[in-house]
């Protein structure tokens, strides 16, 4: 019997991947509190089929607000840069990150021990 193989990519996201096009409805269910609930689970599962994965981070979501502010300059100049964030700078400005940054479930998914990290 010939033995397949899986190969499974995540994106890792929270909220930047859809920045452009956050509804209410994304911007209360996207939360840190939720997404490592998920996580937890995902590795859970993984673990339990013995499955490795490769997590691939967008970068600034593995940031915290402390790291972002004297790389914001990183975040761009061009036309695009201010379509695409607007609702991150929104948020930003009121003091809310959550879903914008979440470093802790990098570390999570680091200390599984199991996966391949990408950014």
Not at 47 to 69: I, K, S
Not at 70 to 93: I, K, Y
């Amino acid at each position: 019997m010939t033995r397949g193989t899986i190969i499974l990519s995540l994106d890792c996201e929270g909220k930047w991947g859809m920045a452009d096009h956050l509804s209410p409805h994304h911007a209360a269910v996207i939360t840190n509190r939720n997404l490592a609930q998920v996580y937890a689970g995902l590795l859970k599962v993984l673990e339990r089929r013995r499955l490795r994965a490769t997590f691939a981070f967008v970068g600034a979501w593995t940031m915290n607000r402390d790291e972002y502010q004297p790389n914001a300059d990183l975040f761009g100049d061009s036309p695009e840069s201010h379509v695409w964030p607007r609702n991150f700078r929104a948020d930003l400005q009121r003091g809310v990150t959550d879903g914008w940054f979440a470093p802790e479930l990098l570390r999570t998914v680091v200390a599984d021990g199991r996966h391949e990290i990408a950014s």
